[in-house]
């Protein structure tokens, strides 16, 4: 699934062509992409708005419209956007301008929700904490969040009403670069090791944006780009090679149902 730095990378890619671009036609071609509601019904109020911003919160990329509107995209496990013609195209948007602009997921669990203006703010609250490279997210806040929670570390990280848009590839690096072990408590963690894995967090998600993100089989820039931060994994997917810090076999085990890759030694027990 596209985290943070994936959807980041989106984001950027996408804003400075549809910015002040019209959406002269849109074609939902995928009843699932915005059940409940009717795909024709979703595609008349987009088609003919201007794209004022294209933003991103958490793992959600907000396109706000000059009615005051916005679309709200999850990309889920496999969705992207793409401007050169692909397979397995959802949506289609077609701008003032003549550029086709293509929704690809193969999967069919992306979502696309329109939104009025007002309603954006408390929609994205009630499913986000603070942005984790954002003013808001600060070792007292996170330290609140992980006191009340006896869950695994790793399991409390993944939650996106405390860390948005954190998932499991970038949940694994930061750990690994705090010396936290995954499965500790939560409440277990000490101040400073809070601040230690706020810093952390950030230079993860900061990493995975520089490198555009990682790439294994569905994730592409709208340019057909490839992110290369899969070379620069410390822990993730690397189970039974040396930890870059201290040569110990990498271990792999499951938090929160999720599997998860950390050095028995950087990142001990207790």
Known sequence: MPELPEVETIRAALAPRLEGRRLARVEILDPRLTRPYDLFEVAEELEGDRVVAV??????????????L?????????????????????????LDDGTRLAYRDVRRFGTWLVLEDAELEPYLAAKNGPEPLGPRFTSRWLGERLARRRAPLKAVLLDQRVVA??????????????????????SSVEPDETRRLVRAIRAALAAGIERQGSTFSDYRTPDGASGSM????????REGLPCPRCRTPIAKTRAGGRGTWYCPTCQPAT
């Open 165 to 186: 848009g954190l998932g499991n590839i970038y949940a694994d690096e930061a750990l690994w670069r705090a010396r936290l072990n995954p499965l500790r408590p939560a």
């Open 230 to 237: 899969q070379d620069e994994f410390r822990v993730y997917g």
């Open 70 to 94: 916005g679309l709200l995209v999850h990309l889920r496990m496999t969705g992207g956007f793409h401007w050169r013609e692909t397979t397995h195209e959802r949506a289609l948007l077609e």
């Open 55 to 68: 933003e991103r919160r958490g793992k959600y990329l907000l396109l706000r419209l000059e009615s005051g």
